[in-house]
């Protein structure tokens, strides 16, 4: 089973700046299935990209995401207010197992 | 809209059993192959169990593997978890989410919290 961590635990900056988030997998299984989350207290995750790259439906285009192999990273290029939050990574493999990594907080400075 | 509405959850004893639902409207229920995902207090989701469009294909995570058993009712837009032998580490907020083709979850509902303890 694939394990993904999550880098940095916790992400202090201001409004206006710029994110990396980093989603490392422990091996590769040639899947480009990574998918990235938001989610606020109190409330359910929400889809923010799918396929390492693709943003969901309704998804601002400030939020981005790139990768390949075992390393992947969503970039939120000018961080707004709204955007604070916990974000997760997640990946699919071909033995029908759903992994979430441990999140990333990211916290205003 | 696509919604998704979880019930069923509530305070049960180790070794017991609870049955959750998942109603869903705005979309083809009998189109999308449907998953249960958990999320214990302060810890990342943690995906337990997807059933396939038809209801043919299921499958489980090792942890709940032999306990939970999967089910929908295509009839009724409906996706279901019974849950037995639960346990204290069965304690966390349920979700049924929508699978995308490609192995991620686009819709969430707004989760129910069960918990187990004596």
């Known amino acids: 089973e694939i394990v993904l961590t999550q880098s940095p635990g916790t992400l202090s900056l201001s409004p206006g700046e710029r994110a990396t988030l980093s989603c490392r997998a422990s091996q590769s299984d040639g899947s480009s299935s990574l998918a990235w989350y938001q989610q606020k207290p109190g409330q359910a995750p929400r889809l923010l990209i799918f396929?390492?790259?693709n943003r969901a439906t309704g998804i601002p285009d400030r939020f981005s995401g790139s990768g390949s192999g075992t390393d992947c990273t969503l970039t939120i290029s000018r961080l707004e207010p709204e955007d604070f939050a916990v974000y997760y990574c997640?990946?699919?493999?071909?033995?029908?197992?759903?992994?979430f990594g441990q999140g990333t907080k990211l916290e205003i400075k | 809209q696509v919604q998704l509405v979880e019930s069923g959850g509530g305070l049960v004893k180790p070794g017991g059993s609870l049955r959750l639902s998942c109603a869903a409207s705005?979309?083809?229920?009998?189109?999308?192959?449907m998953s249960w995902i958990r999320q214990a207090p302060g810890k990342g989701p943690e995906w337990i169990s997807y059933?396939?469009?038809?209801?043919?294909?299921?499958y489980y995570a090792d942890s709940v593997r032999g306990r939970f058993i999967i089910s929908r009712d295509n009839a009724k837009n409906a996706l279901y978890l019974q849950m037995n032998i639960l346990r204290a580490d069965d304690t966390a907020v349920y979700y049924c989410?929508?699978?995308?083709?490609?192995?991620?979850?686009?819709?969430w509902g707004q989760g129910t919290l069960v918990t187990v303890s004596s």
């Open positions: 059933i396939s469009s038809s209801g043919i294909t299921i």
């Open positions: 396929d390492t790259s």
């Open positions: 989410a929508r699978d995308r083709v490609e192995g991620s979850f686009d819709s």
């Open positions: 705005g979309f083809t229920f009998s189109d999308y192959y």
């Open positions: 997640q990946h699919y493999d071909n033995s029908q197992a759903y992994t």
